[in-house]
């Protein structure tokens, strides 16, 4: 039986720590699926369809990667996979309390639901979707952080929304 894994997340966008979790699930998993998350309470830079062709353009190359979106609990999505096991990825004992609340929620909503955490390689654990948005939107270059695609993307994105803020205060 081929063994699946479900990598859920934000990806707002893609790093090269994501991608690195990627590369480590591939070497256990037969297939894994990266399933980016669509919060209807928190706001995304990018929207679902970007973080989506992002993260399918990056892993065009890798077999058995599949990249898919999705909204709704991610036990019930894991269900519908035909899978019971979840990735995360373990940066620093930050994420640590975070993730062990996470687990066992999923784990009362589904009890044969299980986690797999994953650290990247140390040059990724201090890095954060967050942090390169910071960057970007400061003036700073990205293309250490996060593949060349979402780098573009950033510079396009951060461009629009300080054409706008500019416009804004013209009229002011
Ligand atoms: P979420 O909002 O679900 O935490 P993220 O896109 O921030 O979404 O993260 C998705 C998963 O990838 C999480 O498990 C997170 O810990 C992990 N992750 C994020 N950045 C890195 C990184 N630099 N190295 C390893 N794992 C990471």
Same mark, same amino acid.
């Given at each position: ?12 966008? *893609? ?5 690195? %979790? ?22 995304? *830079? ?5 973080? %989506? ?20 609990? *991610?036990?019930?999505? %894991? ?70 695609? %979402? ?22």
């Amino acid at each position: 039986m081929r063994k699946i894994a479900v990598y859920p997340g934000s990806f707002d966008p *893609l790093t090269y720590g994501h991608l690195d %979790v990627i590369k480590r699930s591939l070497e256990i998993f037969d297939k894994v699926i990266v399933a980016v998350i669509e919060h209807p309470h928190k706001s995304a *830079l990018f929207t679902l369809e970007e973080r %989506v062709g992002m993260l399918k353009a990056t892993t065009k190359s890798f077999k058995n990667v599949k990249v898919d979106g999705f909204r709704g609990l *991610l036990v019930n999505y %894991v269900k519908a996979k035909r899978t019971n096991i979840v990735i995360r990825g373990l940066r620093a004992i930050s994420d640590f309390e975070y993730e062990l609340q996470m687990v066992l929620m999923n784990r009362r909503l589904n009890n044969s639901i299980d986690t797999i955490f994953l650290m990247p390689d140390e040059r990724y654990s201090y890095l954060s979707s967050g942090l390169v948005k910071e960057i970007v939107a400061a003036g700073g270059k990205a293309d250490k952080f996060v593949p060349e695609v %979402v780098e573009k993307a950033l510079h396009r994105k951060f461009d629009i929304i300080n054409k706008t803020k500019y416009l804004t205060s013209d009229k002011i």
